[in-house]
T-cell receptor, first 113, second 112 residues
Framework: SAVISQKPSRDICQRGTSLTIQCQVDSQVTMMFWYRQQPGQSLTLIATANQGSEATYESGFVIDKFPISRPNLTFSTLTVSNMSPEDSSIYLC??????????FGPGTRLTVT | GNSVTQMEGPVTLSEEAFLTINCTYTATGYPSLFWYVQYPGEGLQLLLKATKADDKGSNKGFEATYRKETTSFHLEKGSVQVSDSAVYFCALFNQAGTALIFGKGTTLSVSS
């Protein structure tokens, strides 16, 4: 299994600003993902972070709002840009190898005021 | 595309009661199926999985059987504990076999 850490664990940000969330995996994995979990809701996939190329975004999510980097097989970042209160959510990083279970980080709890 | 439907909660039980959380799926082919658990204030943990029809996944007293004929993967535990209080998510892979698709989650609350 993979152990995943995220930083920061939580933050309170002002509207109009940006926050970058870091995700570190303790071993090399082929696939990394970013999910959003709005209060009391299930998980929604934002994008697949591709190593060395642009992320693949799900319908309703765009690169300008959620730029993602993945410089190597163990690290990825998600930026939430030009934040509004509607962006208040838990952001979760997950990782795994194709066709196998995914492991999740502890999440970043974001509040936008 | 692939999808999963999970019973609505919350589910409230007394300690040592029997638990069933229903999960049914729609999928092309026979994708692996998963149950994840989210304890208060934490991320998701993999609880159990099944990779093919008739497989039974089990962990920490929880069990779920991959039923192809009923397209179901119901979660069961014979005797719940207060420490089992959490949100439980049923999940399967998308058609590409890459990212997970989650059910809406079922909140379980166990009282002593």
């Amino acid at each position: 299994s993979a152990v995943i850490s995220q930083k920061p664990s939580r933050d309170i940000c002002q509207r109009g600003t940006s926050l970058t969330i870091q995700c570190q995996v303790d071993s090399q994995v082929t696939m990394m993902f970013w999910y959003r979990q709005q209060p009391g809701q299930s998980l929604t996939l934002i994008a697949t972070a591709n190593q060395g190329s642009e992320a693949t975004y799900e319908s309703g999510f765009v690169i300008d709002k959620f730029p993602i980097s993945r410089p190597n097989l163990t690290f990825s970042t998600l930026t939430v840009s030009n934040m509004s209160p509607e962006d208040s959510s838990i952001y979760l990083c997950s990782a795994g190898d194709r066709g196998y279970e995914q492991y999740f980080g502890p999440g970043t709890r974001l509040t936008v005021t | 595309g692939n999808s999963v439907t999970q019973m609505e909660g919350p589910v409230t039980l007394s300690e040592e009661a029997f638990l069933t959380i229903n999960c049914t799926y729609t999928a092309t082919g026979y994708p692996s199926l998963f149950w994840y658990v989210q304890y208060p204030g934490e991320g998701l943990q993999l609880l159990l999985k099944a990779t093919k029809a008739d497989d039974k996944g089990s962990n920490k007293g929880f069990e779920a059987t991959y039923r192809k004929e009923t397209t179901s993967f119901h979660l069961e535990k014979g005797s719940v504990q207060v420490s089992d209080s959490a949100v439980y998510f049923c999940a399967l892979f998308n058609q590409a076999g890459t990212a997970l698709i989650f059910g809406k989650g079922t909140t379980l609350s166990v009282s002593s």
